[in-house]
């Protein structure tokens, strides 16, 4: 069985410094490591092949560390180097969920040439975690690929951009890249930065309302390219789409920043981002390119993510001790059409008030405690 769903990202070692100063190590991770996970989740055993990835090792790569990616079943092929280090990288985490990243031992890159010809025939999506120079890179280099081999099938390409990547000096190869992608996946800071936009100071500008700064990013991106999807991840307010026609759908995080209970849940933030990406690129392929269906896939991923230091564990068959994915896409499905109910009837209030206002986005804080109840 040849895989379906891949990422081009790194397996990284992670250590990690926390905000109050904590600090662990050793820690499974990279960006391509918590995709793979992003998909994985919705997997069963038999199906887990339907997901390829390729890791590059060192002399020092952990026991513990490979059994881990071994146990997931999925296609997997392995390049060892006996004169490197395994990739290592450290996060230091500062207010807000800000994470900073620097590489302890260099990277080793994975590239289109790692990929065997079926894989590159078989593989529906693939992630890729990179600057826009080298996303260009990888995918007219695999796009020559699937031309030599007279691929019936195309690949498609979700694009998580580096941090350091989203900056206005890139904007021109942000320009060439968007036209190669179907998804362009920043985080809302990376979408202020590409626009050279201090996004506290918009923030403040727009009275501190987070989505309403974000939906002028978004859509201040959209008028410089051409890409049909951009989905902007955006921390513990979830995910916004925006789609080409400008038409905009906000999807909340599985655990709700307001709810204490729900907060007890969120232990560690790293690679849920990337985690989303993975669950958003299997959604991709069942809702047959439906990005508002996929955010969900991909917020129930990095609810996964969250909830422990590291990657999500497989237990007792189920993930981190359930809810099972299905059930939790059910539930969140659910708190956001209550939570798009409740912004439609304020909205109706207010212009029977002062037609000229209208609240925007989906959540509305002053009736947080209303959806609580709701869902508690």
Partial sequence: MQPIYASIGALII??????????????????????????????????????????????????????????????????HHTDKHTT??????????????????????????????????????????????????????????????????????????????????????????????????????EVAEMLNIDFKKLLSENKNDFKQAVEYCGNKLLDGLSVSTLVVRASKYGSMVLLKSREVHWIPAYWSWWDSKDQAHVIDVTGAGNAFCGGFAYGWIKTQGDAVESSYY???SASYTVEQMGVPLFTNGCWNDGPQPMERLER?????????????????????????????GTTVVACMHVIYFIFS
């Fill in 14 to 79: 992670d250590d990690i410094i926390y905000q109050d100063g904590t600090e662990v190590t050793d820690i499974l991770g990279g960006g391509g490591v918590f995709a793979i996970y992003g998909m994985r989740v919705w997997l069963e055993k038999t199906q887990a092949k339907d997901i390829g990835y390729i890791i590059h090792t060192g002399f020092d790569y952990p026991t513990e560390i490979d059994n881990k990616i071994k146990q997931l079943n999925i296609s997997l092929t392995e390049f």
């Fill in 298 to 300: 991909g917020a129930v």
């Fill in 88 to 189: 290592r990288g450290l996060n230091t985490f500062g207010a807000d969920d800000h994470r900073d990243f620097e590489y302890k031992h260099p990277i080793i890159r994975t590239t289109t040439n790692d990929f065997s010809d079926d894989w590159i025939q078989s593989i529906k999506v693939l992630h890729l975690i990179s600057s826009p120079e080298r996303a260009t890179e990888i995918i007219d280099e695999w796009k020559e690929r699937e031309k030599l081999l007279n691929s019936k099938e195309k690949t498609q390409f979700l694009w998580e951009p580096l941090p350091w990547a989203c900056l206005p000096e890139f904007s021109t190869k942000l320009k060439v890249q968007a036209l190669l992608t179907e998804i362009i996946t920043p985080n809302h800071e």
């Fill in 332 to 360: 969140l499905k659910n708190k956001s059409s209550a939570m798009d109910a409740v912004a439609s009837d304020e909205n109706k209030a207010l212009l029977r008030l002062k037609p000229s206002f209208v609240v925007t």
